[in-house]
């Protein structure tokens, strides 16, 4: 038995397919979804990455990393006089000796005059970076900022231009569900790309063990491995929405997360205009409300704790007090309490709204900054 023809002719007014039983004239309407049925073979992935896929750069860095010296190590082979009665050649000084390591990561290129977004983690005690276009060539490229914090980092290269640019997306606008695709150089493997979807948003670090880390990431099953920190996510429109940072490992393999575009935009706008960034805090642990709750509130955060001689100490909130406004906006959730003082400015009051044994209290907090020393 022949199988049936797969080609399809025109026709001035439908379209003709050829099949088993010769040629079958079609109306316009059918002709119209056979039409659209062919088209829809063509990948909306391959048009997406032809938009974006040309910013997407590799990153290779050089770093000395010091290491101990040998005499550091004990026993007998450290030993001077050991190494001299057997003839062993010196083994110099016990200072610490030196070692060089080179890495690889990835990058976008986010704005025309050679600007480029990529993860802090990949750039870290780099003493030299090298950055290597879709098409072979490779400039230098120096670090104008990077924040740990977040885990992002911006990078200017060196050289005339032009540059391809990535459009930025809008990552408030995303949804579980959407279409993921992820671009990168995974084990050095150039130009890598892998899809999926949002599997969830909002997912905060803390919940994945990363205690020193202020994201709330998107989480994706397309494929992110070692070498894919810092290249884009982009949605169906091949348009960046995030910036891959993380993989799980281990048990719960295949879970990749990446942080969003709109939060790096606030991130890279501190970093171009100071190099650094700027993290509010105010010396509070947080919790969730006991349930049942005996206070009759069915929203806020709970004060778990409170930093001595921090912001939140000098204002006044106690363990025990719930947290249901930051800065005019209602909070629910730790993260959202997190979220608001990253809004603030250090320095400058905000206005934080706490119910103490069922009476509404409206204080006036200063934010300090991260890692600044509480006042005693």
């Known amino acids: 038995m022949t199988p049936p023809s797969r080609v399809f002719l025109s026709g001035a007014s439908g379209l003709a397919v050829l099949g088993l039983a010769g040629l079958i004239s079609l109306p316009v309407p059918v002709a119209a979804q056979v039409a659209a049925a062919a088209l829809s073979r063509q990948s909306f992935v391959a048009a997406a990455v032809r938009r974006s896929g040309p910013a997407v750069v590799t990153i290779d860095t050089v770093r000395t990393v010091a290491t101990a010296g040998s005499a550091g190590a004990g026993g007998l082979l450290s030993d001077p006089r050991f190494r001299q009665f057997f003839g062993l050649p010196s083994n110099g000084s016990s200072s610490p000796s030196q070692r060089t390591e080179r890495s690889q990561g990835s990058g976008v290129i986010f704005q025309a005059d050679g ?12 003493n030299r970076l090298t950055v290597g276009l879709q098409g ?9 900022g990077a924040d740990s914090v977040t885990d992002l980092a911006v990078v200017r290269l060196v050289g005339p231009g032009p540059w391809p640019v990535a459009p930025l997306g809008n990552s408030d606008a995303l949804q579980v569900g959407d279409w993921a695709i992820a671009v990168g150089n995974p084990f050095g493997l150039d130009h890598t790309v892998t899809l999926g979807i949002v599997s969830s948003l909002n997912r905060n670090a803390s919940k994945l063990g990363i205690t020193d880390k202020r994201l709330d990431l998107i989480q994706t099953d397309a494929a992110i491995n070692p070498g894919n920190s810092g290249g884009p996510l982009l949605n169906a429109d091949g348009e960046v929405v995030g910036i891959n940072a993380l993989v799980r490992s281990g048990p719960g393999a295949g879970l990749g997360f990446a942080i969003p575009i709109n939060r790096a935009r606030g991130i890279v706008a501190q970093l171009l205009a100071t190099g650094r960034a700027s ?6 642990g947080l919790g969730s409300l006991p349930q049942p709750n005996r206070l009759g509130l069915n929203a806020g955060v709970q004060v778990a704790s409170v930093q001595p001689g921090g912001p939140a100490a000098r204002a006044g909130l106690q363990v025990g007090d719930v947290i249901v406004a930051v800065r005019g906006k209602p909070v629910a959730t730790p993260s959202q309490v997190i979220a608001s003082v990253e809004g603030a400015v250090v320095g400058e009051p905000m206005a934080v709204r706490i119910n103490r044994n069922g ?18």
């Open 279 to 284: 993290h509010p805090v105010i010396g509070v």
């Open 136 to 144: 072979g060539q490779r400039f230098e490229g120096r670090v104008v």
């Open 115 to 126: 600007l480029v977004l990529t993860n802090a983690h990949v750039v870290e005690g780099t």
């Open 359 to 376: 009476t509404d209290l409206l204080l006036s907090v200063v934010p300090g900054e991260m890692g600044q020393p509480a006042q005693r």
